[in-house]
């Protein structure tokens, strides 16, 4: 197992559902991200965790929300989600904050019908 | 106007073709990074510098703290290279990484 994993590859769920994206990093660091790209737009950081604490919270709704229960594993949890919210989800970690390069994985194609 | 801007937004070439993306920044980074995105969303680190520049195979990163902007070179492109490339910068004051829109590299074979 390499890198950054994220699980599933592709959702699609409805606006009343609720799903989880799950990320895992076997790279040893300390920092993971989830980020967020719609279409032509540029990455969204949306929350970071620094040693499975939440350091940053950037406006996000609170349709999502996010579980780092260790340092390896970070999870998004999604619930009543928006059409809009349709994107990509990435998570990203490094070793032991943003002064570090990011490492990403796959991400997850949302599609929120 | 975006604290980050990336030029061009689109390059086509062909294979063999010299390659230059440039990155232009308006606040006081303490680094840059420049991240290829393959088409299906993954995202690869390549280079992360604050000053000079950095050679990796056939992409090299250079730097101009005093200016402001940073240029990705591919030496010899090839077809497997088309993918967006992605700057971000990391801001000094708070740490916050500013993204730029990305540009869209296609290289023909």
């Known amino acids: 197992e390499t890198g950054v994993t994220q699980t599933p590859r592709h959702l699609v769920m409805g606006m009343t559902n609720k799903k989880s994206l799950k990320c895992e990093q076997h790279?040893?660091?300390?920092?993971m991200y989830w980020y967020k790209q719609s279409a032509k737009k540029p990455l969204e950081l949306m929350f970071v965790?620094?040693?499975?604490?939440?350091?940053e919270n950037n406006s996000v709704p609170s349709r999502f929300s996010p579980e780092c229960p260790n340092s390896s594993h970070l999870f998004l949890h999604l619930h009543t989600l928006q059409p809009e919210d349709s994107a990509l989800y990435l998570c990203?970690?490094?070793?032991?904050?943003?002064?570090?390069?990011?490492?990403f994985g796959p991400g997850t194609r949302l599609t929120v019908l | 106007k975006n604290e980050v801007e990336q030029s061009p937004q689109n390059l086509t070439a062909q294979e063999g073709e010299f390659i230059t993306i440039n990155c232009s920044y308006s606040?006081?980074?303490?680094?840059l990074h420049w991240l290829q995105q393959h088409p299906g969303g993954g995202i690869v680190s390549l280079f992360m510098?604050?000053?000079?520049?950095k050679k990796h195979g056939r992409l090299i990163a250079t730097i101009n703290i005093q200016e402001k902007h940073s240029s990705l070179h591919i030496t010899a492109s090839h077809p497997r290279d088309s993918a967006v490339y992605i700057c971000?910068?990391?801001?000094?004051?708070?740490?916050?990484?500013?993204w730029g829109a990305g540009t869209k590299l296609i290289i023909k074979p």
């Open positions: 990203a970690s490094s070793q032991d904050g943003v002064l570090d390069t990011q490492y």
């Open positions: 790279l040893g660091h300390n920092a």
């Open positions: 965790y620094n040693f499975k604490e939440q350091t």
């Open positions: 606040v006081g980074i303490s680094a």
């Open positions: 510098l604050s000053s000079g520049k």
């Open positions: 971000a910068a990391l801001m000094d004051s708070n740490y916050q990484l500013i």
